[in-house]
């Protein structure tokens, strides 16, 4: 069965820094790894997707990058704000099946 | 907005009393998904369905019954609810791996208190 890891399981840092959230899972054979955003009482939001055959994606401030032979996925948060303050979690899928699995996340505070 | 709705979206029940949950989609993907969130569990699957009439069970299936008759709407059913399945219910659709992109969206959950 895969495994998804998140450490840390939380994160404070002061607004403006730089930081990176990790995400590891135990079987590299993965079609692709998702990461989603979810605050307070509310639903998951998609934040990238990256596909087996990527390594990495960008959206704004969110760089997302993909290590297959490691099992390792980690997103980068540039500049961060107080509106960054979410729980981060990670899904990979397997090549074949469509069940997802999900890391139980890293909930990260920026203090204005 | 993936056009995802779930109702109820807060629930009280009682022990023994059955109850379902709806999730409807606007955007006719063919995958839909229930979860359920737990502190210190994170996400888990209950059921899955890969299209009309087709489901397969999750991880914590047990419990729980899904139906899909229509392709916009995905149902799961607690025969008979239990305190332990007071949790966060979330529906999500998936792409199924359409141009290699096996991505989820999720709905706003609901959230389920079995006194």
């Known amino acids: 069965k895969q495994e998804v890891t998140q450490i840390p399981a939380a994160l404070s840092v002061p607004e403006g820094e730089n930081l990176v959230l990790n995400c590891s899972f135990t079987d590299s054979a993965i079609y692709n790894l998702q990461w989603f955003r979810q605050d307070p009482g509310k639903g998951l939001t998609s934040l990238l997707l990256i596909q087996s055959s990527q390594r990495e994606q960008t959206s704004g401030r969110l760089n997302a990058s993909l290590d297959k032979s490691s099992g390792r996925s980690t997103l980068y948060i540039a500049a961060s704000q107080p509106g960054d303050s979410a729980t981060y979690l990670c899904a990979v899928t397997k090549v074949t099946g469509n069940q997802f699995y999900f890391g139980t996340g890293t909930s990260l505070t920026v203090i204005p | 907005d993936a056009g995802i709705t779930q109702s109820p979206r807060h629930k009280v029940t009682e022990t023994g009393t059955p109850v379902t949950l709806r999730c409807h989609q606007t955007e006719n993907h063919r995958y839909m998904y229930w979860y359920r969130q737990d502190p210190g569990h994170g996400l888990r699957l209950i059921h899955y369905s890969y299209g009309v009439k087709d489901t397969d069970k999750g991880e914590v299936s047990d419990g729980y019954s899904v139906s899909r008759s229509k392709t916009e709407d995905f149902l799961l059913t607690l025969e008979s609810a239990t305190s332990s399945q007071t949790s966060v219910y979330f529906c999500?659709?998936?792409?199924?791996?359409?141009?290699?992109?096996?991505?989820?969206?999720f709905g706003p959950g609901t959230r389920l208190t079995v006194l």
């Open positions: 999500a659709i998936g792409l199924g791996g359409l141009a290699g992109r096996n991505e989820q969206f």
